[in-house]
């Protein structure tokens, strides 16, 4: 049963999400994740099997199926 480990709500959507990873300093993107979203405030939370496979993707075991350029801001 889902749990959110931010709000404590249980009511949890599965959607499939885009994050930006930090990798060895470097921003890596990956689109279409599944993951459970809390209804309530929002968190993504992803399976052990699904951040094991992203891990492996962003470390070399998966090729980029793009590349592009970002923007980065320093709130200090």
């Known amino acids: 049963m889902f749990r959110c480990h931010v709000c404590g709500k249980t009511e949890g959507r599965e959607q499939v999400v885009s994050e930006v990873f930090d990798v060895d300093g470097k921003p890596a ?3 279409n994740i599944p993951a459970t979203v ?6 993504v939370v992803f399976s052990r099997a699904t951040t094991e496979k992203v891990r492996r993707m962003v470390h070399g075991e998966a090729k980029p199926v793009k590349s592009v350029s970002m923007d980065v801001f ?3």
């Open 29 to 31: 993107r990956v689109e």
């Open 38 to 43: 809390c209804a309530h405030c929002g968190e």
């Open 74 to 76: 320093a709130f200090r």
